[in-house]
């Protein structure tokens, strides 16, 4: 089990080439199941998701092949309608199969994604869409069986904005004759760039972005060509790494209104924030004292509840008082204790986090609970006096490639060993 070492008081400074977005990569290559035409997907991440996904589409019968940050996939055999628990177990995004195996075969029997750290992650929001639209759907020995031989396009209204939901029903319908109109549809930047993917595959996709979508169905859809967007997750991580160590960061290659609400934050928090859209770079410089700001996750274009863990480290050394209230899942304040042993002042009532600035973290051995939590450890740690001895890394390899390499260059002393 690999361990990463910090020593904490450096200030970062230097440039980030932001990666391709692991949220976005993960919808479109599993969208590639709805064609036996050859598909290549560039600027894929390099991850553990994504080496998932990747095994995922080979087991049910698509060829894979990676070059560097490009995915290339094509027909191997007649697509197979099960995605056993072995992958979907080690990866929640794999119920996203269910869309395409069901829009091609007419049937799937894809494992019930458990919960995880974070809360229960149901999936009825999916089941409810797709038995609208005419599947019958049956639970069985821990599996969703769906058999769905006559759908018909309808409108469907989803409870709450739930991202995989909107993705899912959105590739189910691309192949479902008559018209299906999402309501109160997700609205994240991965969505309009899956439907970009599906549109650049003959769909006809209409309002991705917005909570409104309309899919017309096709008889069937062919290869297509893709660049998949920046992460805005990792970009965001940056940003509050130079935040938080009071350094001068620069991202490039990063989308600046997917990050809207972060730079909005920020700036009220006192951190400069400059802008350049014409060449996609956003530079933070983080000097000065910083204010408490209070926030609250909720759907996109909100402040996203994948950097609440990490603005909730920047918190904890800025003098003053902050709350954070977690609006998306229902336990994703795991990070706290670990912050907590770290000496920050931090209490939870409920789903909100009271949150105390104090002048000094000190290191101390840490554990990552799920990816996010990981990350906003790692940026205590880098403000933290003395060592910082983070257990559980492999976590973090799910969702960013290359950070230790990535801080060591912006000046972190930060290692990672084998142990
Ligand atoms: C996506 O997860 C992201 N994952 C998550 O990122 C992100 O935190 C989340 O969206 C919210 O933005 C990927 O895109 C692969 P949801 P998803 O369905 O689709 C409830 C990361 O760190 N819900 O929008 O699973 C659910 O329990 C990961 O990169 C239902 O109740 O999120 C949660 O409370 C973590 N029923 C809320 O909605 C459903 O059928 C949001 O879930 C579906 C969801």
Not at 168 to 176: D, E, F, Q, R, Y
Not at 248 to 261: D, K, M, S, Y
Not at 344 to 350: K, S, Y
Request: with cysteine.
């Amino acid at each position: 089990m690999d361990k990463i070492i910090i020593k904490g008081g450096r200030q970062l400074s230097g440039t980030v080439q932001v990666s391709g977005s692991k949220n976005a990569a993960l919808p479109i290559l599993i969208a590639t199941l709805l064609t036996d035409g050859e598909c290549v997907v560039r600027n894929v991440p390099e991850l553990k998701d994504i080496e998932t996904v990747i095994a995922l589409l080979g087991v049910l019968g698509k060829q894979v092949v990676r070059q560097g940050d490009t995915v290339q996939v094509s027909a191997s055999s007649s697509l197979y309608a099960e995605a056993p628990y072995e992958i979907v177990r080690r990866m929640r995004a794999s119920i996203l199969v269910m869309g395409p195996l069901v829009a091609r075969l007419k049937r799937a029997r894809v494992s019930l994604p458990g919960g995880c750290v974070i809360g229960r992650r149901p999936v009825d929001i999916h089941l409810k869409g797709f038995s609208t639209l005419g599947a019958d759907i049956t639970l069985r020995e821990g599996y969703i069986e769906v058999q769905a031989n006559h759908l018909r396009g309808r409108d469907l209204r989803l409870t709450f904005p739930s991202v995989g939901a909107t993705e899912n029903l959105m590739m189910v319908a691309t192949l479902t004759s008559g018209t299906t109109r999402l309501f109160n549809a997700a609205r994240e930047p991965e969505i309009e760039d899956l439907a970009r993917f599906l549109n650049g595959m003959g769909a006809h996709v209409q309002g991705a972005g917005t909570s409104r979508i309309t899919i017309v169905g096709v008889p069937s859809l062919h290869g297509a060509h893709h660049r998949v967007i920046p992460d805005r997750i990792e970009a965001g991580t940056y940003l509050l790494a130079a935040a938080i160590t009071q350094g001068r960061i620069t991202l490039q290659g990063v989308e600046p209104p997917h990050l809207t609400a972060l730079l909005q934050t920020l700036r009220k928090a006192g951190v400069q924030v400059l802008i350049d859209a014409s060449s996609n770079t956003i530079t933070t410089d983080g000097k000065g004292r910083l204010r408490p700001v209070t926030i609250k996750t909720a759907p996109y274009p909100s402040f996203p509840t994948d950097l609440q863990a990490q603005w909730m480290a920047l918190m904890a050394v800025t003098a003053g008082v902050s709350r954070i209230t977690e609006q998306i899942f229902e336990d994703r304040f795991l990070h706290v204790s670990e912050l907590v042993r770290m000496g920050a002042d931090i209490h939870t009532e409920g789903n909100t986090a009271i949150i105390r600035g104090v002048k000094v973290l000190c290191g101390a051995p840490v554990m990552v609970s799920d990816l996010r939590a990981g990350a906003a450890l790692i940026l205590a740690g880098l403000v933290a006096k003395g060592t910082t001895v983070v257990h559980r890394v492999y976590h973090l390899d799910r969702g960013y490639a290359a950070l230790v390499p990535q801080l060591c260059a912006l000046g972190a002393s930060i290692d990672r060993i084998s142990s």
